[in-house]
């Protein structure tokens, strides 16, 4: 069972169903469709909560040029006015796709070559907190 920490930021997003991906570094023990997914935010704090468990339902390389506002997804470059990278940057929670490349900027490299698109199923999930309860304490 995947556990994923989540800024405050996103946890309104996660408990209304706009945010259902979530993208991250590839992991030793990868994270593969079927598995229930522990959403949390504040992990390895004293206020520490559990979000919700959800059904992972598809795990997809993506690599990310933050510096150049470009992924690369099954070998194809996607510049940050495509639908495609629209999409993915809406699901994930960003307003724009500039928010999005900024957001990864803060790896301070290139390329970010060992990432995944991690996606739930929100329908599917359970939820262990109302939207408005999601403050940390």
Same mark, same amino acid.
Do not use: H
């Given at each position: 069972?995947?556990?994923?920490?989540?800024? +405050?930021?996103?946890?309104?997003?996660?408990?209304?169903?706009?945010? =259902?991906?979530?993208?991250?570094?590839?992991?030793?023990?990868?994270?593969?469709?079927?598995?229930?997914?522990?959403?949390?935010?504040?992990?390895?704090?004293?206020?520490?909560?559990?979000?919700?468990?959800?059904?992972?339902?598809?795990?997809?390389? !993506?690599?990310?040029?933050?510096?150049?506002?470009? !992924?690369?997804?099954?070998?194809?470059?996607?510049?940050?006015?495509? =639908?495609?990278?629209?999409?993915?940057?809406?699901?994930?929670?960003?307003?724009?796709?500039?928010?999005?490349? +900024?957001?990864?900027?803060?790896?301070?490299?290139?390329?970010?070559?060992?990432? +995944? !698109? !991690?996606?739930?199923?929100?329908?599917? =999930? +359970?939820?262990?907190?109302?939207?408005?309860?999601?403050?940390?304490?």
């Amino acid at each position: 069972m995947p556990a994923y920490n989540f800024m +405050e930021q996103w946890v309104p997003k996660i408990l209304d169903g706009s945010k =259902a991906q979530t993208i991250r570094r590839k992991r030793k023990r990868p994270t593969v469709a079927g598995d229930e997914l522990s959403l949390y935010v504040g992990q390895r704090t004293k206020s520490c909560r559990l979000i919700g468990r959800a059904p992972c339902v598809q795990v997809t390389p !993506i690599m990310i040029y933050p510096l150049f506002y470009l !992924i690369v997804l099954d070998g194809k470059a996607y510049g940050y006015k495509n =639908a495609k990278t629209k999409l993915i940057a809406f699901n994930d929670g960003f307003e724009s796709t500039i928010e999005f490349f +900024e957001f990864f900027e803060r790896y301070k490299k290139i390329m970010l070559k060992d990432f +995944e !698109i !991690i996606e739930w199923d929100p329908t599917s =999930a +359970e939820w262990m907190m109302e939207r408005d309860e999601w403050r940390m304490r």
